[in-house]
């Protein structure tokens, strides 16, 4: 046991378990709700403006918008060129004026110009989508980060989800004064990890705040360590699962279906497939079920979400979870960066391509970062397909369940009953889920566009304040060292088989190639 993972001994001490309503599940169930009620009741008395409650973290630098100017210049020049050989007057006299403004290095005429030229180009056109492009650049001064009524903004969030954390801490059975004194930090490195994820270099290159929160959490845990007035905040699961029933409302069953059944084939196909190749490949390597079956659902479904839900079902090993989530996070950074860059420079199809992102890459916000690199068709194709695999959280929660109660009761000869069945079962999967049909069918369309963005707000933070808990509870060494290295090689196998086969699905289903090829634009 002392080899298997040498940050047992700093990993924050578990909030004590309750039995039945007031577990960790049952709590994240009830505060994800509670967020989701608040924020409907907002919507409904219009008390606060949701559009207005996320902070901005979007900015760049001066030296960074006049580099990216020399690029910009020969773009413009194609756009005015083309736009002059259709007699497209207005649209070229629009690029003839932006390229002036980046000459000039004026950065309010630059974000003017190319406002201009994005509505005169409009949607879905090269000429659109680059001004679009550079006024986003150019209207992202960092001084709107740090300026007092945007950090007031993070404050007041800040303070709400302390409360709200506080609070699901006395319901679980933990000291709530023990959480919020260590809370700030973890909320200040997640607001940290948002503002370096939100410069432009990294916008760019799809690299999104999970990656910084995790690497703040692991500059803490590999350096200076996780004093002990911290631990306490440090709460991976609490967090998480909070988002992810918040996550449900996002999870919209018709927008699953609109995808038709394309997207949902590839998701089935790629969560069967890889999940058993990734299973057999553990076991091969001498790992133990437990950790393969936490490996395998993490990289065939959606990464940590799915490890999660699947440590729940089979009541797995903790530590053994905080490897797996690690090592998801870290692998996913040269995908991220990677697999835009393989589809531009192999010139494989928008609608391909994202049905080859949505498949692979372990988080939505991955693959809207990664798809929007490429084209909008691509960008909502991979995020489809998304969509479709984490809908399979909850299927494949009740499945694990089955098969773990029923190997357990081999063991022991005895055959499991609906109750233990019951109790195995990852209760915030119901929560996931009853969001989910709750926003998909009972609401108004207006309610539930209407509260979209500040819930996806929400979610965010939850998340990233997970993140930033997984690298806190991390240690380089263990990822190289737990068993030898051999669930890390499994998994990374397993991700290998899962890039390729993804992509010969995607090119099967979405290339025109068994079907026609989708209208997705």
Known sequence: MANELAHTADAAPPIAAAPTWRSEDWVAVYLGFFVILATLFLFYTKQIDLGQVAPTFRWTTDAQLESRAAGWGPALDDVAKDAQAKGQKDLAARAAELRAALQKGERKAIETSAAALGKTGGRNTIAGALGSEIRGHAAATPGKVFAWPNIAKALWIALAWGAIAAAGAVLIGGRAAALLAGFPAVFGLAWLARVLAGNGLFIEFGIEYVIFALLTGLLVSNTIGVPAWLKAAVQTEFYIKTGLVILGAGLLFMEVLQAGALGIAQALLVVVVIWYVCFWLARKLRVDDDFAAMLSSSVAICGVSAAIATCGAIQGDKKKLSYVTSLVLIVAVPMMIVMPWLVKAFEIPDLVAG???????????????????????????????????????????????????????????????????????????LGFLAASIVFSFFLPAEAVGGTRSALNEFRTWWFALAFVSIGLETRFVDLATMEGGRPALAFIGAQAVNVLWTLLLAYLLFGGILFPAPSIR
């Open 355 to 429: 049905a080859w992102l949505g498949g692979t890459l372990d988080t939505s916000a991955s693959v809207v970062a990664a798809g929007a690199l490429i084209s909008d068709a691509a960008m909502k194709t991979g995020v489809i397909v998304k969509f479709s695999q984490n809908a399979l959280i909850g299927v494949a929660a009740f499945v694990l369940v089955l098969w773990w109660a029923y190997k357990a009761g081999a063991k022991s000869g005895t055959r499991p009953g609906a109750g233990i069945i019951w109790e195995r079962f990852p209760k915030f999967v």
